[in-house]
């Protein structure tokens, strides 16, 4: 298959080419060694070109949000808050269910454009914005009712109204979610992640300027952050839609169609099982501060665990960019009916994600003790940081490889039942296993954290290490191109290779 920027007079543009010489033995052949190496380094180029992009525009949408907390931090505490709180709670539940709905179309257009059906993807966005859009209507109420809400949840009177007015002015953002992620992922699957990652970085700028001007010189306070936020969102959907309508993608989108409502209860339930794959993993998390937030001198273990979560955030951007670059390179050789490359695709991905997760969690170990300055200067949240490093680089290291093989399974279509292995390791095992290390054993946030890392996180690893390992790749191959002439109409331009659409 041929990279989709691509030219065919052009070999360094064509990831089948091979891209170091092959040393040979006597006899002139390559030896096993060679040719190894040089799979390793053609499967590694095809990787980065989604990863490489994807951890620049994850990191800069990461940085709008923690752009939009500093300034709401200089307005006052209840302020910052509120934005946290909001952002966190009400949005953060939303994005993690969306996002993970969105995801659905890793599978049906990474496998559409591996099999050369391009035009489906444009049909499959479509859909995609279809059901997300009508989700978005159905998930209103907990932005409308956002203050009573949190009261249930135990937040201060005077915390939860402002968080409920920030909520409100936010329904921009959520709805902007229904369009951005399958534009994303629309891209994504045809490797043209450079796009998304320049209009993630002008959607940085926009965030930037519009905070300041909002928040210090026109004075709108936590509600001018609040709008700031919702615009840099929109950018990153009109900056990618533009790219797209404006000819960026003339193979994979014909235009608007009435095929996009043809179908519609299918992809609902792929849509709503990847959903609940990613949401359940998302919401295990924003638990994890809520039972923290519960226990005795709460507010210096909420602080070091939000230190810890902030820092595990920005590392967990590459894990996530290769989730989708594993997906979309699982999918798109499954869509071409090469299972073997895509095992191939999948043991390179995991061993490179693994290697950067070592990197980064002895970083953690040599700064263990100097983690926390550049968030506090509080002599008790620095040691509560200090005593939860081993945590933090336990949970990093765990973090390199099970985003990994999700993305393997959303490239395989095996949501449906990734998400009852979620379900099972997070909420029977982990959940209960974090509240009696805390509370029963009295081992506070660490026990909480470690309980529910452990018994969570580290058994669902290694049930997706063991069915990944036993995955028959020949039959998910079949599979997929069962799925593909299923879900896709021909068109006539599916026989044009790809590689021809004009550079960007």
Same mark, same amino acid.
């Given at each position: 298959?041929?990279?989709?920027?691509?030219?065919?007079?052009?070999?360094?543009?064509?990831?089948?080419?091979?891209?170091?010489?092959?040393?040979?033995?006597?006899?002139?052949?390559?030896?096993?060694?060679?040719?190894?190496?040089?799979?390793?380094?053609?499967?590694?180029?095809?990787?980065?070109?989604?990863?490489?992009?994807?951890?620049?525009?994850?990191?800069? $949408?990461?940085?709008?949000?923690?752009?939009?907390?500093?300034?709401?931090?200089?307005?006052?505490?209840?302020?910052?808050?509120?934005? $946290?709180?909001?952002?966190?709670?009400?949005?953060?539940?939303?994005?993690?269910?969306?996002?993970?709905?969105? $995801?659905?179309?890793?599978?049906?257009?990474?496998?559409?454009?591996?099999?050369?059906?391009?035009?489906?993807?444009?049909?499959?966005?479509?859909?995609?914005?279809?059901?997300?859009?009508?989700?978005?209507?159905?998930?209103?109420?907990?932005?409308?009712?956002?203050?009573?809400?949190?009261?249930?949840?135990?937040?201060?009177?005077?915390?939860?109204?402002?968080?409920?007015?920030?909520?409100?002015?936010?329904?921009?953002?959520?709805?902007?979610?229904?369009?951005?992620?399958?534009?994303?992922?629309?891209?994504?699957?045809?490797?043209?992640?450079?796009?998304?990652?320049?209009?993630?970085?002008?959607?940085?700028?926009?965030?930037?300027?519009?905070?300041?001007?909002?928040?210090?010189?026109?004075?709108?306070?936590?509600?001018?952050?609040?709008?700031?936020?919702?615009?840099?969102?929109?950018?990153?959907?009109?900056?990618?839609?533009?790219?797209?309508?404006?000819?960026?993608?003339?193979?994979?989108?014909?235009?608007?169609?009435?095929?996009?409502? $043809?179908?519609?209860?299918?992809?609902?339930?792929?849509?709503?099982?990847?959903?609940?794959?990613?949401?359940?993993?998302?919401?295990?998390?924003?638990?994890?501060?809520?039972?923290?937030?519960?226990?005795?001198?709460?507010?210096?273990?909420?602080?070091?665990?939000?230190?810890?979560?902030?820092?595990?955030?920005?590392?967990?951007?590459?894990?996530?960019?290769?989730?989708?670059?594993?997906?979309?390179?699982?999918?798109?050789?499954?869509?071409?009916?090469?299972?073997?490359?895509?095992?191939?695709?999948?043991?390179?991905?995991?061993?490179?994600?693994?290697?950067?997760?070592?990197?980064?969690?002895?970083?953690?170990?040599?700064?263990?003790?100097?983690?926390?300055?550049?968030?506090?200067?509080?002599?008790?949240?620095?040691?509560?940081?200090?005593?939860?490093?081993?945590?933090?680089?336990?949970?990093?290291?765990?973090?390199?490889?099970?985003?990994?093989?999700?993305?393997?399974?959303?490239?395989?279509?095996?949501?449906?039942?990734?998400?009852?292995?979620?379900?099972?390791?997070?909420?029977?095992?982990?959940?209960?296993?974090?509240?009696?290390?805390?509370?029963?054993?009295?081992?506070?946030?660490?026990?909480?954290?470690?309980?529910?890392?452990?018994?969570?996180?580290?058994?669902?690893?290694?049930?997706?290490?063991?069915?990944?390992?036993?995955?028959?790749?020949?039959?998910?191959?079949?599979?997929?191109?069962?799925?593909?002439?299923?879900?896709?109409?021909?068109?006539?331009?599916?026989?044009?290779?790809?590689?021809?659409?004009?550079?960007?």
């Amino acid at each position: 298959m041929r990279s989709v920027n691509g030219d065919d007079k052009d070999k360094n543009g064509d990831l089948s080419q091979p891209l170091l010489p092959e040393c040979s033995l006597k006899d002139g052949s390559p030896s096993q060694e060679d040719k190894l190496g040089t799979k390793v380094w053609i499967e590694s180029k095809k990787l980065w070109l989604i990863v490489g992009p994807s951890i620049l525009s994850r990191v800069a $949408s990461f940085t709008m949000n923690v752009v939009t907390q500093a300034f709401a931090g200089h307005l006052g505490d209840v302020q910052l808050a509120s934005i $946290s709180i909001a952002n966190t709670v009400i949005v953060g539940f939303n994005f993690g269910l969306l996002l993970g709905m969105a $995801s659905a179309l890793e599978t049906l257009c990474g496998q559409a454009f591996g099999a050369k059906r391009y035009h489906m993807l444009g049909i499959y966005m479509q859909r995609s914005w279809i059901v997300l859009f009508v989700c978005c209507f159905l998930l209103l109420p907990l932005y409308v009712f956002a203050t009573p809400i949190l009261r249930l949840l135990g937040q201060p009177d005077d915390v939860a109204v402002e968080s409920g007015v920030v909520a409100l002015w936010l329904i921009p953002l959520h709805f902007s979610f229904a369009f951005q992620f399958p534009l994303q992922r629309f891209l994504q699957c045809q490797l043209k992640t450079y796009i998304i990652a320049w209009v993630s970085l002008a959607g940085l700028v926009v965030n930037v300027l519009t905070s300041w001007l909002l928040v210090y010189v026109w004075d709108v306070g936590v509600v001018g952050a609040a709008i700031a936020l919702d615009l840099s969102w929109w950018v990153l959907v009109f900056g990618m839609y533009g790219y797209v309508a404006c000819g960026g993608c003339p193979l994979t989108w014909t235009g608007l169609s009435m095929e996009a409502f $043809s179908g519609l209860y299918e992809f609902l339930k792929l849509s709503a099982a990847s959903g609940v794959m990613l949401c359940l993993e998302n919401w295990y998390y924003r638990i994890l501060i809520l039972m923290t937030g519960h226990l005795k001198n709460a507010t210096v273990a909420v602080d070091a665990l939000s230190i810890c979560m902030t820092i595990n955030g920005w590392e967990m951007m590459i894990p996530l960019a290769f989730f989708a670059g594993t997906g979309v390179r699982v999918a798109n050789e499954l869509g071409a009916g090469n299972g073997k490359a895509a095992k191939f695709a999948t043991q390179v991905s995991v061993a490179e994600s693994t290697v950067i997760g070592v990197f980064f969690c002895a970083v953690i170990m040599g700064f263990h003790d100097q983690l926390a300055y550049m968030f506090t200067s509080s002599s008790e949240v620095l040691e509560a940081v200090n005593g939860m490093a081993f945590l933090l680089a336990a949970t990093i290291l765990l973090n390199s490889v099970q985003p990994v093989l999700s993305g393997v399974a959303v490239g395989s279509g095996w949501q449906t039942s990734v998400a009852y292995i979620n379900l099972g390791c997070y909420y029977v095992v982990g959940l209960p296993l974090g509240f009696l290390m805390g509370w029963v054993f009295k081992l506070g946030v660490e026990g909480i954290w470690g309980g529910m890392i452990f018994g969570g996180t580290g058994i669902q690893t290694l049930v997706l290490i063991f069915i990944t390992a036993r995955c028959d790749w020949d039959k998910e191959a079949r599979t997929a191109s069962s799925r593909v002439k299923k879900w896709s109409t021909p068109s006539p331009n599916d026989s044009i290779d790809v590689s021809h659409s004009p550079r960007p």
